[in-house]
């Protein structure tokens, strides 16, 4: 399952910048899609909440110091969108329309981190 942190609860979201203060989260899996929200507004409690619910790549548009203990305590990829300025709308439309889900990374510039 891949999800991603946005700051409201539509499809049209930017990604946001923040990842435990992030207002909701989306989650999709190729056969559904869902916004939740951030009731944990914590990025420890973030991870084991993502982790827990089965998030196997997370996309985010830029990395601190939490987001990177995706990848170390819950090997949860961290992978980067194709453009500079994402919108939720176009990072589903393209993992439902691709057969692989890292055609939604660009692997210049910015890289997936597996």
Do not use: H
């Not at 930017?14 to 190729?30: E, M, Q, R, V």
């Not at 305590?73 to 453009?83: G, Q, R, V």
């Amino acid at each position: 399952m891949i999800a991603t942190a946005i700051e409201i609860n539509s499809l049209n979201a930017p990604l946001s910048l923040c990842f435990g203060k992030a207002k909701y989260f989306a989650f999709f899996d190729g056969n559904s899609f869902k916004i939740e929200k951030n009731i944990y507004k914590n990025g420890f409690k973030v991870s084991k909440w993502l982790y827990e619910v089965g998030v196997t790549t997370f996309v985010i548009k830029e990395q601190g110091n939490i987001p990177c203990a995706l990848k170390g305590d819950n090997n949860i990829d961290i992978c980067y969108p194709l453009t500079l300025e994402p919108r939720l709308k176009e990072i589903v439309r393209i993992y439902f329309q691709s057969k692989n889900k890292y055609d939604i990374l660009s692997n210049s510039g910015y890289m997936n981190s597996t």
